[in-house]
């Protein structure tokens, strides 16, 4: 499987241009930090695993590959298995996996993502289709990539802060109407956080992420839960010259993998675009993945780390 990262920015060659938007930083010949055509790449490595169902012989060698991947980044890892029973009773395996920079460091950010599929694209427009499951390359596929991705930028030069990347299973399983079997492994993480005071300073999940016309909505819960966050995030985004894509206008409150975490006082939004054409269907496939728009979130989930300054003296 090809799967590489390209060459990325020089120390400090962000800093002091005076177009310091998109488009001004790439005329400008600045590197960015993050590979977009490496997420891209990232992605379709993933959906070639076949969909990432718990249960299935693709989920436990996805798990495998993801874990290496992140094991060869991370200053130390923290691996959660264990055994989920369904409402109808069946037993799944289940793995998330946290990659850890700076482990010491109590200033922490966290980002996470699902790298579970669906094992149902109960949304296909044709009725014959809704029982295969979703190949995930947006659904899933797309959060991973960013934080492979900032993985590698973060082992190439260290944050500044603490930062944890963690990827849930188990987000897509069920029922979300009924609120049965998903959001797996968020629930489990957020029963058994890494140590008791854990409470970093913002944590962000990036769901959905890599359509071709990108437009993120600020979702409800997040801003109901953690207000300061969504400000951070837009705004970064804004000064990144990001700003019509990440919008100002307000969606209503979506079921993911932040409310537990939310629900444990920890300050964590969700960047989401359901405006996805394919959502829950066969047709959630690599070529409906943007890597404009996969840099576009790599570069503000990077700055967003690394504008987090060093605390007063
Ligand atoms: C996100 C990706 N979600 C599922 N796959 C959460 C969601 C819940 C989306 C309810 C739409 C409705
Ligand atoms: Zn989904």
New binding site residues.
Partial sequence: MVFAWGAVLPAGAACGDERADAAGREAAGVASEFDGAAALEAVRAQVAFGPRVPGTEAHARAADWLEGELRRRADTMIVQRWTHTTAEGRTLPMRNLLARFRPDEGRRVLYLA?WDS?PVADSDPDPSKRGAPVPGAN?GGSGVAILLGVAEAMARRAPGVGVDLLLVDG??YGD?ESDTDVLIGSRYFAERLPDPGYAPLFGVLW??VGDEEPVFSQEAYSVRGAPEVVQRVWSTAQRLGHGAVFSNSTVLG???DHVPLLAKGLRVIDV?D?DFPW??TVADTPDKVSQRTLQIVGDVAIALIREVTAPPR
């Fill in positions: 699902h669906r659904d987000e897509d979300f769901d959905m979506i079921t993911d989401i359901l959502h829950h």
